[in-house]
């Protein structure tokens, strides 16, 4: 569409208090299997944690003379609660994959439901890869989050409180000396996401673009070839590969820096305990072995805290792709809730442009008569294609009317709207799924013998002779130009809907087979309104009628020979294109 | 810039990236290795405290052994930032030499390797794989840090008494070894569980793609109910994977703690039977709490190494794709006319030669042989085309199919040739629309911001800027309208006078300019003459004219 050639607008991105929003529902979806998990991991970490307390104890036991009886018993009871952990913690995983797994699901789906109601000039103005992201991408982000990383950081930070709380049974005074470290590693550990979120970004960018040029090298190959490009694709390609490297060095600084902080802290907060534990146990006020309890302690705090740590930035892209995950709900929608009154379809004083540009059509009218086939031609960038948009609700007209049934096309819901409205265009998407679900779209239940006789009239042999359990698609069965176009006619036989516009639906295939395929879908398309769009005149003068557009307004119409006897654009483009 | 021979193995690919930096690397072992050496000692120094310190009341002995872990705990993470530093930056520098290497390559050998690797596995290549093989050089550095803190500490430990040692390394190889393939098997498991997750993203893919025709004929319904069931389907996956893997994970965190457990009941008993100190039993499980996090380290090492591998494999099968093109021909001076004996298609000197055919796939075949994209016995002049070098061959002889890409940039980098030269190429291709928003308008990858028009008026434009001596040009004008077509028609004819053009088509409008017609019937040429000779055979007259017979 040469009209359209605007920059794309993004579509929203959600903010922090809707992806906190998110997060609880996802948490609230499930409230069960949450507070199972949550108290399952409490509880295998709390008996883990008894292994430094008891061992306290056996200190202590030693230091008063202890049997070796009493020292096994203690021991034994410290390995029973590492075994008790072990089956706790094997409940609590369990548990929290199929929360995640339960969470990922909803969320995928819910995803889909949405994009599949989104208003389709939105869809078109953010362009389809933000939007494929969104659903693939950033869907299986989320979903690995709520499954792997989401369980482990919960069991690790649950620890590491658990692990403070026992400093704090051990001894009150060291538990708060243990807690000194912990403003500093937070203010570090803010301070390294805020910068390396758009290291981060920046590293993927640069990525996405080595990626970009290197494939275009290669799907370009030939033109470079052709036109000796080789020093251009090199001074690019080696531009791509020393921004990967500075973006990557940028972000190494930034970890450099944040994990020999982390190290420092982690052992600074042993020393600092040791050092309390020291004086104070110098001053009569612990005992040897709640000295040695909260040391040991503070060693099993860095496991876990390091583990948190690492994992920051993993969480931090989490919340990104969630973010642009609900930014999707955040399209706004317009109800279409109009019902047609018959399947009368026209245009009336329309003027219309692209977003703020300027008119493209200017006060045009054009009254299809039911069951008429009228083609519209004219130059390249006249409005055609902007007309079939409009005719087909989607685009809204700036000024004047295009309805359907007595009201306008844009307020049909599009459930209702497809019934009576099907436009067809250059772009003929091919799922990767079976020829048989490739074609039932407009009708689920429509039986072989219905599929079979559409296939015949838009001449696909092709895909009489492989069959519909045929699996089409890029990775299976390719399809060429002309037969993707065969499929969308196909489609469109079987939707048998009152309204057709054909937009340029056959240019692909070539002259001498779209002839033919015109001339079959034209008997399929008996007694329906056919309106098709052309820069070709082949249809032309088998037309009922012939609108003729230039510069956003219909210049003239009639028959063929009407056209050809009034001697203006029609019949000069006429005579072109015969190569007189 | 002399080619290097493609490394024939992942591990040449490897070895080789690592090579010019050898001695950032040395510096990186040996900062590792000193950090290893800095952080160990600290928890032999925790009983040291203990004994001489605590149970010794000795303030000042206390302070000493707490003075030498600060300081310790100081020059630790100073060396270890260091190592990672060296690793990390040659990690960064082999990012970079790979995507040169794929540069080059492409350069080399593109149109090889572009029918044997698909699209998005060329995406892929300088991303993802590129990063995964790179960052083979510092995992290798984590295992030897891992592995020296290890030694260390195992010797540390053995200070105390041989048995802890024993029991702390044969512990720490028993986790390693058990954890290791268990963590291998839960990958094999979830293999499968993988590929349904990717099947389900490309299914939402083609959701996506396919939006407009969901929503404008129907399906939408269809499509999310199926989309619901793949995604209940792998719920239910998930949940048979969630077994095995609670008990797997379950497995490598907790086994640590139970060799923690029984670290300390050893050492207790024999610090009750006064064979070590209390110190050396506070130590011995500190030790064990941290190895811990290091037969961890050594698992995930490993798993990263292997997908180093692996990406490096599916580099290097690209690089050791070669040219499909010998080009060691070395007559020089091709003149005389292009033909193609498979065909018979012959190309004249100078003028315009409009190739007429049903099928117009044969005739694109015989262009490629002409213009030397596939070999074949094609001649120019006296000579095959092959004795000719390729670069002779491509300078003066161009091909144009609307396969011909469009590289992102602005309107005047895609011409390529000065600003009054690129104009009025642009305006013998009737591309005026695009030159509309200005010289420097972007052009995307692909020309994905133009119509399919725009795109094809603008390769013409580019291809009747570079002014080749031959012109081989299939369908140039299938996107234009009639009107157009003929202006096109008599522009390209006009601006070609004089040079070789050929133009496949069975357009009247080009025929109306063309000085020879060719007919071809099943990739064979027919017959040759002028378009009005030809046309009194009413075959080529139904094929060639758009008159109603």
């Known amino acids: ?200 970004l920046e590293q993927r960018a640069a990525m996405s673009e080595a990626a970009e040029t290197v494939s275009a090298s290669g799907a370009g190959a030939r033109t470079v070839e052709s036109l000796a490009l080789q020093k251009e694709r090199r001074a690019l390609g080696y531009g791509r590969g020393q921004a990967m490297m500075d973006r990557m060095l940028r972000v190494v600084k930034l970890q450099t820096d944040f994990f020999t902080f982390l190290l420092m802290i982690n052992r600074g907060q042993l020393v600092l305990v040791t050092l309390a534990a020291g004086i104070w146990y110098f001053q009569g006020g612990l005992t040897l072995g709640t000295a040695i309890a909260a040391i040991t302690v503070t060693v099993r705090i860095a496991n876990p805290t390091n583990g948190v740590m690492t994992q920051l930035g993993e969480f931090q892209q989490g919340a990104a792709a969630l973010a642009r995950i609900e930014g999707v709900n955040l399209v706004p929608t317009e109800p279409r809730e109009a019902r047609p009154d018959g399947a009368d379809l026209r245009m009336d004083g329309v003027t219309f442009g692209y977003g703020d540009g300027p008119d493209v059509l200017h006060g045009l009218s054009l009254h299809p008569a039911p069951g008429e086939r009228l083609v519209v031609v004219g130059p390249s960038g006249a409005g055609k294609s902007t007309i079939a948009r409009l005719l087909a609700g989607i685009d809204r007209p700036r000024t004047g009317t295009a309805t359907l049934g007595g009201v306008p096309v844009y307020d049909i819901g599009v459930e209702e709207l497809r019934k009576h409205v099907v436009l067809v265009t250059q772009e003929h998407y091919v799922f990767t799924a079976s020829l048989r679900d490739n074609l039932i779209l407009a009708a689920p239940d429509a039986d072989d013998d219905r599929l079979v006789d559409a296939l015949r009239r838009v001449d696909a042999r092709w895909a009489l002779d492989e069959g519909l359990d045929t699996v089409l698609g890029p990775e299976h069965r390719k399809l060429t130009t002309a037969e993707a176009q065969q499929i969308a006619l196909a489609r469109v036989v079987i939707a048998d809907p009152d309204i057709v516009i054909l937009d340029e639906a056959t240019a692909g295939i070539d002259p001498a087979s779209a002839g033919r395929v015109e001339a079959s879908l034209a008997a399929a398309l008996a007694g329906r309104t056919v309106i098709a769009i052309a820069h070709q005149l082949q249809a032309a003068r088998s037309a009922d009628r012939i609108a003729v557009v230039e510069d956003g307004r219909i210049a003239e119409a009639g028959t063929h020979d009407e056209l050809l006897a009034a001697g203006r654009i029609y019949a000069g483009l006429w005579h072109a294109w015969q190569g007189d | 810039m002399p080619p290097a021979p493609p490394p024939l193995t992942p591990l040449r690919l490897l070895l080789g990236q690592a090579r010019p930096n050898r001695a950032r690397l040395v510096l990186g072992f040996l900062f590792y290795a000193g950090a290893s050496c800095a952080s160990m000692p600290q928890l032999w120094i925790v009983g040291k405290i203990v004994d001489d310190g605590l149970i010794a009341r000795s303030a000042s002995d206390f302070a000493m052994w707490l003075a030498a872990a600060a300081a310790l705990v100081v020059a630790q993470p100073i060396l270890w930032a260091n190592g990672f530093r060296q690793f990390s930056t040659v990690e960064a520098r082999n990012q970079r030499a790979l995507v040169r290497d794929l540069t080059d390559h492409l350069n080399r050998a593109g149109t090889a390797v572009r029918d044997r690797v698909s699209a998005g596995e060329l995406l892929n290549l300088p991303s993802e794989d590129a990063r995964r093989a790179a960052r083979a050089v510092s995992d290798a550095g984590f295992f030897f840090n891992t592995l020296a803190m290890f030694v260390v500490g195992s010797a540390l430990v053995w200070s105390i008494h041989p048995l802890l040692g024993t029991v702390l390394i044969s512990g720490s190889v028993v986790t390693a070894l058990i954890a290791g393939p268990l963590l291998g098997r839960l990958q094999s498991r979830q293999s499968d569980y993988r590929a349904r997750i990717g099947d389900l993203s490309a299914h939402a893919a083609d959701i996506v793609g396919g939006l407009r025709v969901l929503r404008g004929i129907g399906g939408d319904v269809l499509f999310a109910a199926r989309y619901r069931e793949r995604s209940t389907a ?49 130590a011995a499980f500190s030790f064990a709490t941290i190895f811990i996090a290091v037969s961890g380290n050594f698992v995930g090492c490993s798993q990263y190494l292997v997908a180093a591998w692996v990406a490096a494999k599916r580099i290097v099968r690209v690089l050791n794709i070669g040219p499909d093109l010998a ?93 009054p030269q690129a104009r009025q190429a642009i305006t013998a291709a009737c591309a005026d629309d695009v030159a509309s928003l200005g010289w420097d308008r972007a052009v995307e990858e692909g020309g994905r911001n133009l119509s399919g028009g725009q795109r094809q008026r603008l390769r013409l434009a580019r291809a009747l800027a570079a002014e080749p001596e031959t012109l081989l040009a299939v369908e140039p004008t299938s996107a234009v309208d009639a009107h157009t077509e003929s202006l096109i028609a008599a522009r390209v004819a006009a601006a070609r006078a004089g040079r070789a053009t050929l133009v496949v088509t069975a357009s009247p409008l080009w025929l109306a300019h063309a000085d020879l017609a060719v007919w071809m019937v099943d990739g064979k040429v027919h017959a040759t003459g002028t378009h009005a000779e030809l046309l009194a055979e009413s075959a080529y007259r139904r094929l060639a004219s758009h008159s109603v017979d």
């Open chain 1, 1 to 200: 569409m040469s009209t359209m050639a605007t920059a794309p607008d993004r579509l929203p991105v959600a903010g922090p208090a809707e992806v906190r929003r998110a997060v609880g529902r996802l948490l609230a979806a499930d409230p069960r299997r949450a507070s199972a998990v949550l108290l399952l991991y409490f509880f295998a970490a709390a008996f883990s944690v008894s292994v430094p307390i008891l061992l306290g104890k056996v200190v202590d036991g030693i230091g008063a003379g202890w049997s070796g009886a009493q020292v096994n018993l203690v021991c034994a009871v410290i390995l029973a609660c590492v075994c008790v952990q072990f089956v706790l913690s094997r409940l609590g995983r369990l548990s929290g994959y199929r929360f995640g797994e339960r969470a990922a699901a909803r969320l995928r789906e819910s995803v889909v439901e949405r994009v599949l109601a989104l208003p389709l000039v939105q869809v078109e103005r953010a362009g389809r890869g933000d939007l494929g992201t969104r659903t693939a991408s950033d869907v299986n982000v989320v979903a690995d989050m709520l499954r792997d990383n989401g369980p482990t950081v919960a069991t690790l930070v649950i620890e590491v409180v658990v692990l403070y709380v026992a400093t704090f049974v051990a001894s009150p005074l060291l538990g708060l000396v243990a807690l000194v470290t912990v403003p500093p590693l937070y203010l570090a550990a803010r301070r390294y996401l805020r910068r390396a979120a758009p290291a981060f």
């Open chain 2, 234 to 282: 792998l719920r239910r996956k998930g949940y048979e994977v969630a077994g095995p893997s609670s008990w797997i994970h379950a497995l490598r965190h907790s086994m640590p703690i139970v060799f923690v457990a029984v670290i300390t009941w050893v050492g207790a008993i024999l610090a009750a039977d006064g064979q070590i100190t209390i110190g050396g039993l506070a």
């Open chain 2, 327 to 419: 080009d060691d021909g070395t007559a020089r001076d091709g003149r005389g006319e292009l033909r193609d004996p498979d065909s018979g298609l012959a190309v004249p000197v100078s003028g315009l030669t409009v190739v007429v055919t049903a099928e117009t796939a044969h005739a694109a075949d015989a262009c490629e042989r002409l213009a030397r994209y596939r070999d074949s016995g094609a001649l120019w002049g006296g000579e095959t085309v092959e004795s000719y070098p390729l670069a002779e061959v491509r300078a003066r002889i161009m091909l144009l199919t609307d396969e011909d890409h469009l590289f992102t940039g602005t309107l005047a980098s895609t011409m390529r040739v000065p600003e």
